[in-house]
């Protein structure tokens, strides 16, 4: 990814733009990186409801201030056309308020999901996510874990 000396970005590589992106806002905390990346219009969609950019770094602001060894690991990435496909790891110990909980836990946990981005004239348009938020809850202790019976 290559950012221009107006603040924008500019990739003919969707692959790259994709991981950069979400390695420097989630692992580093860099959310101009948003803003440069991702299309005005830009709509997440999850489990939990849609986001626009401003939604969506305020997301990823939450699950960082709440989690002090938080990090995000990019397990496999592939790309075609305009299609960008993501299977990531993140996790960390829930060390103060964040996305999930109102108060620390203490708990560390790991989730995995997988995203699939579509870019459009070089920037992120659009992102569906599914992510473990079940699991995750229960690694927190904020639902009971699966029975054993």
Known sequence: MH???GGGTVTDDPEALVC?????????????????AY???????TPMGDRDRAGTKEMIRQVRSGTS???LR??????????VVMRYTM??????????????TGESWTGTGISIYR???????????SFDYLGVMR????????SSE
């Open 69 to 71: 060894d938080f990090e």
């Open 139 to 146: 690694q927190l202790g904020l639902l009971p874990s699966e």
């Open 74 to 83: 990019l397990d496999e990435v592939f790309a075609a056309g305009d299609r």
């Open 91 to 104: 996790g960390g110990t829930n060390t103060g308020p964040s996305f999930l909980t109102e108060e620390p």
């Open 39 to 45: 299309a005005a219009d830009f709509v997440l969609h």
């Open 20 to 36: 950069e992106t979400e390695e420097a806002a989630w692992n580093r905390g860099d959310l101009d990186v948003v803003d440069e």
């Open 3 to 5: 950012r221009t000396s």
């Open 119 to 129: 870019v459009e004239d070089g920037a992120v348009a659009e992102q569906w996510d």
